[in-house]
């Protein structure tokens, strides 16, 4: 059974900046500390990924897994799900919404639901969720808020 999560942080930026950083898939390797190749393997219309293959090393997981991507018209609200089971999860469902700040900010809630194909225990499995979410986070910000990032 997949238990959900949810962190927020505030970045200091718009959430159209917050967005492009998101749907930059291609990029994710030089940002993100346990993705070591990300494949758009599907492009809607518009040329938003619908489809991305990603490939992980985070030490004790590493995986190979392709998922399904979903935008709200305005790019507030990004979602995805796991296309297939990979080595190490049965599922995996998340979503990140972008809420803009009165003070130009804006509030990103990360949430993810993920079910392993290894059994880990609950306590261990909560604690390593949060310490995956607070870094995906913290990245993100540093991202964004870095000079000459998306704008």
Known sequence: MADSSTQSITIDAAPAQVAAVICDFPSYPEWTEAVRDVEVVEEYEDGYASQVRFTIDA????????????????????????????????SQRGSYDLVAGAGGGTTVTYTLEVELSVGMLGMFRRKAERMIMDTALKQLKRRVEAPGSVQ
């Open 59 to 90: 030490g004790v997981m590493a995986d190979e897994y392709v998922l399904a991507y979903e935008y709200a018209e305005d790019l507030t609200r990004i979602e995805w799900h796991l296309v297939a089971p990979s080595k190490m999860q049965r």
